[in-house]
């Protein structure tokens, strides 16, 4: 039987390439679609010579329509479409909420009308927990409503209530994962607005302090990198011809002062403080999921603990470092 085709964009992300070996090492043939704003191309190092992969440097916010055409042409019709470039960082969509729109919203109705009559099986997006906004209940329920605080949380919606409409109107099922905050090997904590733990882990590794705005008594729900590659995985083939939102996420709230003393606790040697700075206006206080759908509908479970999600990261970035530093080494010699 010939191999499924699935089209990953952003795919040279922290969570598009983790996805992308997991579907590779399923025997389906991948294309990437990234134009490398914060993707790297070494994140798909380990499968870059894969015979079934392909990977297109294009801007999807550019015609869309003829990158698309050229991939069928070159690797036959797409069966499915996990759909992960975007515009990430919610600070740029308040201080540009026009670009924004065009790095996020208008990108997801660009590909659905590309699919529209293309009998695709599934189109997967990654949303967002910004499609809520400020609640005032815990956890957060699919079915409560969502007011978001940022035009980056407006355009996830708005993205979400076209695959609404398109899956209705046009039949292309789909899936909005909702990520609560995601982490793991690869996050770039070099992007000042990537996840907090990539950033702390590297300062602790360092040596240097690690500065906390507000009390530290807000709350986050991390769900590592695998667990969400897991839930991916089951929604792809989902059966619903239809369209769901799903929470993604870990069910456990974990404040910013507890992960701080963990990780200072990972590298004891380096001797990191955690300091209080003033608090952001607008910071969001409590974040908690319900995994009650994603269990229900994807048969979702995290395996990965936050202890042990943060000491494989941890792992990680000193394996970098290590890199880093023998290649600097190699390069004055
Ligand atoms: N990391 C999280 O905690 C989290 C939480 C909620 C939602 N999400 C969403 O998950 C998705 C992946 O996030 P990530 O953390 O892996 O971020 P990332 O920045 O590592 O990945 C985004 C990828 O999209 C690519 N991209 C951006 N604009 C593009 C364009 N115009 N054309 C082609 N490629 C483009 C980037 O180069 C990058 O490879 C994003 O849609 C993000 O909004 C992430």
Known sequence: MQAEVIVVTGGAG???SHIVESLLSGGARVIVLDDYSTGKKSNLLNVETHSN?????????????????RVEEEAGMIDRVIHFAAQTAVVNSIENPIQDIHSNSMMTVHLLEYFKNKNLKKFIFASSAAVYGDVAEFPIQEDFSCEPLSPYGINKLASENYMFYYSKVFGIPSVALRFFNVYGPRQDPANPYSGVISIFLERAMKGLDLNIFGDGKQTRDFVYVSDVVQAIDKALYLESKNFSAVNIGSSLETSINQLAQSIVNLFPEAGSKINHLSA?????????????????LLS????????????ETAQWFIGCESTLSKRTLSETR
Do not use: C, H, P, W
């Open 300 to 311: 979702f479970e995290k395996k990965i603990s936050l202890e042990k999600g943060l000491a």
């Open 14 to 16: 922290f969570i598009g």
């Open 53 to 69: 992969l392909n990977i297109y440097e294009v801007d999807l916010t550019q015609n869309i329509k003829a990158s698309l055409t």
């Open 280 to 296: 952001r206006d607008g910071e969001i206080i409590k974040s908690l999921s319900s995994t009650d759908k994603a269990r229900a």
